[in-house]
């Protein structure tokens, strides 16, 4: 591609996202991926679409935004990821954690999210396989769920279709300006832009140093089982409460919590550990048993399901959980869309749409300051 | 070789026990073990050690059981499949 406008270093979730926009926005888009589309945290989650998870604030209007957002993606790129607004059950099963998710729930709905309260006799009505003595939860009707890598790849063949090129095996090693623009360089050849996106999730901090600024990211690992096929045993993404406490939390030591949720293949994918131990890939067995150990408790018929593989990934764990969206206050024309952790599937239209208004200069649905680079930068 | 009762697709039958459901299906006349999620195609043994997850049935209740690994005990009760089969 002869001058692109635009850079977009990433073909995952996100960076598929901010490539959309950007080309909708009538942008010449040109993609990198150091590996295949997909291949670092997109393809390492589940393919959550929640509001359930967010907190009121930045996070929960960005991700209502986004979830309304992703089924115009789907309209726009003519569905094909399973895209599905299953709804989402948040369980939990002591008093304090019920008062603690009750009062959750209330702020959320001031933020306009959709969650009913529900009793014992509603829990089982919306999943009858649910251990009989669950009696309280919250049952969030927007919670959405869909498949990331095809996600990923229908909107980067809408980019291609609309004149976008996407480059994969290209690993960015360089990154300086030249002149009124940046310059790309990788390990096959030398690419130059005035705009630089950089949506390397995890990685993200290490593109923004080869472009001599920085930023906090860190890996934090998750486990995730997958059964053989049952379907119908469970029907909507059912998580424990505690689940929330994990994703707020900063430990750097293991957490985990149940979430379970079934995929339109029939699979059951069972979740959820967070640990910051660095990019470190090895197999845990510990962790993979207290997993199942956990989705039983939830489930208890999973006991007689067989699992079939798990995977692992690295989410982008951000200090403060918030993502960075936003150009870099150091490097003008490199603009930062990553540190998602474990919502970057939720809000990579959201994302998208607030890059693009970024980079034309427009305005959008939210002030993007929260997320901008320059919380972690010092002004003096 | 001892035979044992079982019971297939709700049917008392004998079969010899410590055999693999797998090997004692394709004696039965059964070559195809269950049906494909979502085409309904047949499928049946095809590596026969427990790698491919083709000749899934379901025993005693749990979905998805490798026949050509799971060997064949008193009173077990083995289904054929339609797809993913029907949990219980």
Not at chain 1, 137 to 156: S, V
Request: charged share 20%; glycine share 12%; proline share 5%.
């Amino acid at each position: 591609m002869n001058s692109p406008d635009v850079i977009v270093i990433g073909a995952g979730v996100v960076g598929a996202a901010c490539a959309l926009a950007l080309c909708d926005a009538g942008l010449k888009v040109l993609v990198l991926e150091r590996s295949t589309i997909s291949s670092g945290t997109t393809s390492a989650g589940e393919g959550n679409i929640l509001v359930s998870d967010k907190t009121p604030g930045p996070d929960l209007t960005l991700g209502l935004w986004s979830r309304q957002a992703w089924f115009e993606v789907s309209d726009r790129v003519g569905g094909g990821f399973e895209l599905e607004a299953k709804g989402g059950l948040v369980i939990s099963r002591s008093a304090e954690g019920i008062a603690k998710l009750r009062q959750f729930a209330v702020q959320q709905r001031i933020g306009g999210v959709e969650a009913v309260e529900v009793d014992h006799t509603g829990v089982h009505e919306l999943e009858p396989h649910l251990e009989p003595d669950a009696s309280f939860g919250i049952y969030y009707l927007q919670d959405a769920q869909c498949h990331p890598m095809l996600a990923a790849a229908r909107m980067l063949q809408a980019v291609r279709v609309a004149g976008g090129e996407i480059r994969e095996a290209e690993e960015v090693i360089g990154l300086s300006r030249a002149g009124s623009e940046l310059s790309v360089r990788t390990k096959g050849g030398l690419f130059t832009a005035p705009i630089i996106v950089n949506a390397t999730g995890t990685w993200a901090g290490e593109i923004a140093r080869l472009a001599g600024s920085d930023l906090p990211i860190a890996p934090r690992r998750g486990f995730i089982l997958v059964t053989s096929p049952v379907p119908n045993l469970v029907r909507h993404k059912v998580y424990d409460a505690d689940y929330l406490a994990n994703v707020a939390s900063g430990e750097a030591e293991i957490q985990s919590s149940a979430v379970v949720e079934s995929t339109q293949s029939g699979t059951i994918l069972i979740g959820s550990s967070r640990e910051r131990i660095g990019f470190n890939t090895s197999l845990d067995v510990q962790i993979l048993r207290r997993l199942a150990r956990q989705a039983i408790s939830l489930f208890p018929l999973l006991a007689r399901v067989d699992v079939l593989r798990a995977y692992s990934g690295f989410r982008p764990y951000m200090p403060d959980h918030l993502p960075v969206i936003g150009e870099d206050p150091l490097v003008p024309g490199l603009f930062h869309a990553a540190g998602h952790e474990g919502s970057g599937i939720s809000l990579a239209p959201a994302t998208g749409e607030l890059i693009r208004a970024a980079v034309t200069g427009e305005s959008s649905f939210m002030d993007p300051t929260p997320f901008s680079p320059a919380r972690f930068m010092s002004t003096s | 070789m001892i035979e044992v009762r079982v019971f297939l697709n709700g049917e008392p039958v004998q079969a010899p026990a410590g055999q693999s459901v797998g090997a004692f299906l394709l004696t039965a006349g059964h070559r195809a073990t269950r049906t494909t999620r979502f085409g309904g195609k047949p499928r049946g043994m095809f590596c026969g050690i427990g790698i491919c997850f083709d000749c899934l049935v379901t025993i005693d209740g749990a979905t998805n059981q490798r026949a050509c690994v799971t060997r064949i005990v008193e009173g077990m009760k083995i289904k054929t499949q339609d797809g993913s089969g029907e949990f219980e």
